[in-house]
């Protein structure tokens, strides 16, 4: 196998890995639409820094991608803070605005001499073969410092997440974590772009986290297996995508949903299937009880 494509498996390895670990924080604190409201509000600053740069970066993508997101967010705060629009309707909102922007720059873009070749059309679903050298190298020290950052703020992550008031009351800095959790969160949404596009980035976010949620109800293993669920995702995902030619994200997001649709079928405590059959057992089980206290009474 080309060393390229083992730098494409491993650096989409590793994106799948933070994606899922740090969904999961994501879905349990109900933060599933930041992640969609990031990767869509992404899409002008990436255009925007192809314009001041003049060629494809993904460093400078990626900073522009994080300031677009940034300035989003301040947008979705603003609108809740002054408006009666509730956050997930501002979320929408903003969405909505900051994805036709980045439509509109993106066909302009296009129509002009060099914007096919810029691979920014890339970004809108995502392609792991048009990754670079240098691309893998920026996606990779940032899937692996989300990780690491996510390891060590496990205890206080847990804690903030399902008891704030108690996480405040020890002295917990609960304010300064929820942002670094949502800068964890945009730097992941941001890296996985080009890999896996705007339009899908946020469901490798949370379909991971989700098909995890069926296996466990500890927080650790489920932070763990919706990090393996995602990084199965996303070499599955690369892997069929360098195959068929075809944009990598909808693969990998298809990949996730398979393994969503196994866990909600098969998990042997949540899992549809597992539940009917327990159910049929127990059926079972009160029938006979039940002949046999009849025979018992005829006797």
Known sequence: MDMNVQWVFTSMA????????????????KQSLIGDAMAHAALPGICIAFLLYGQKSLLLFLIGAACSGYIATI?????????????????????????????????????????????IHDFLFGKAASLTGSDVNVLTVTAVTVIIMILIFFKEFKIITFDRAFAQGIGIPVSLLNGVLM???????????????????????????????????????????????????????????LIVYAPTGPLVIIFATVLFIFSFLFAPKRGLCSKMI??????????????????????
């Open 75 to 119: 947008c979705i705060q603003f609108i809740v803070k002054h408006t009666r629009v509730k956050e997930d309707a501002a979320i929408g909102i903003v969405l909505s605005v900051f994805f036709g922007l980045g439509i509109v720059l993106l066909t302009w873009i296009n129509q002009h001499e060099g914007g096919n070749q810029s691979g």
């Open 278 to 299: 327990r159910r049929h057992i127990e059926r079972k089980k009160l029938q006979s009880q039940q002949l046999m206290y009849k025979r018992g009474e005829q006797l």
């Open 183 to 241: 800068f964890l969160i945009v730097s992941v949404v941001v890296i996985g772009l080009q890999a896996v596009g705007v339009v899908l980035m946020s469901a490798l976010l949370i379909t991971p986290a989700l098909a995890a949620r069926y296996w466990t109800e500890k927080l650790e293993w489920m932070t763990l297996l919706a990090g393996g669920f995602g990084a199965l995702s996303g070499v599955a995902g690369a892997y069929i995508s």
């Open 14 to 29: 590793l994106l799948g890995l933070a994606s899922g670990m740090i969904g999961t924080f994501a879905l349990l604190k």
